[in-house]
């Protein structure tokens, strides 16, 4: 059996993804893959790491754990997924971006030492990211997460290189949430590991957000009487509909921090764009890209 672990990041998916392979449980079950509700593995993968400190489980531990998860007697793929399994978001940039993903994915998968694990992660780039970010901590209550951190030092790039440090011969799928209307059903496909040809239900929910509701019914009928006839053609349409039919407020982000001006952004921009060709790269990381 392989565990695979999708990281978020935060700001990034909002749950959508397991939502999706939820409603396809039962088809992606005949292939052996698994996806139990987060609300059954989140807090208990949490109090297990905290108990265990690092160590790694004991096989009964280890069978009883996964017991609680799923119902299943054997799987060959368990998805599980948490945006959390990085950091929680109020110390997502302490030390740096992410700076104890590493130690702390580590932890996770000694709850499972004779379970292979694959993680996957969607990034995005700070100039977005890091306002969202310190926006839902400050609807949590928490102070600035912002004040004191200097945005330039904060790279994705560093974040990899922990997690893949900390966890060697774990392979990485890394992918930018700003192409995940185009990437969509590859990432689906990457994560939950589903046959070729497998048709997933409800996978239109992004494009639901991000297209006019007479944008969305075009697109359906387009595809429909012009079915795509390959991963290319169906960017090109998604591109299409984007660009014609797109919803202003959700494909533009409004950015309001204090001392953000168009030029910081555009360095950020910048920046992060160079990052993702550094992360390309790295050993051990493969970049889904349009």
């Not at 807090?43 to 400190?53: F, M, N, W």
């Not at 202003?248 to 920046?271: F, M």
């Amino acid at each position: 059996m392989r565990i695979v672990y999708h990281l978020g990041a935060h700001c990034t998916d909002d749950d959508r993804l397991v939502r999706c392979l939820l409603k396809n449980r039962a088809r992606l079950a005949e292939q052996g893959i698994v996806v139990p509700a987060p609300t059954r593995y989140r807090k208990l993968l949490r109090d297990t790491a905290t108990q265990l400190r690092g160590a790694a489980a004991s096989e009964d531990t280890e069978a009883m754990i996964l017991d609680q998860i799923m119902d299943e007697t054997a799987a060959d793929r368990l998805i599980l997924s948490w945006t959390s399994f990085l950091s929680f978001p109020a110390y997502a940039i302490s030390g740096g971006l992410y700076a104890q993903g590493g130690e702390r994915l580590r932890a996770f998968t000694q709850i499972f030492p004779d379970v292979e694990a694959e993680f996957c992660l969607g990034i995005r780039n700070p100039a977005t990211f890091l306002p969202d970010l310190r926006d839902r901590a400050l609807q949590k209550g928490r102070e600035d997460i912002l004040d004191g951190v200097d945005p330039y030092g904060l790279r994705w790039s560093d974040a990899v290189a922990k997690i893949l440090d900390h966890n060697p011969n774990v392979p990485l799928t890394v992918w930018c949430d700003e192409d995940t209307p185009l990437v969509w059903p590859e990432v689906l496909a990457i994560v939950s590991g589903h046959a070729s040809g497998t048709v997933l239900e409800d996978t239109d929910e992004l494009l639901g957000m991000l297209l006019t509701e007479a944008g969305l019914a075009r697109y359906h009928a387009y595809c429909r009487e012009h079915p795509p006839q390959s991963v290319s053609h169906r960017r090109r349409i998604v591109t299409a509909f984007l660009e014609k039919f797109g919803r202003p407020e959700q494909l533009a982000t409004e950015i309001t921090l204090p001392g953000w001006t168009d030029e910081v952004i555009e360095e950020l921009t910048h920046a992060y764009l160079a990052d993702v060709e550094r992360i390309a790269q790295m050993p051990g990381v493969r970049l889904v890209e349009p």
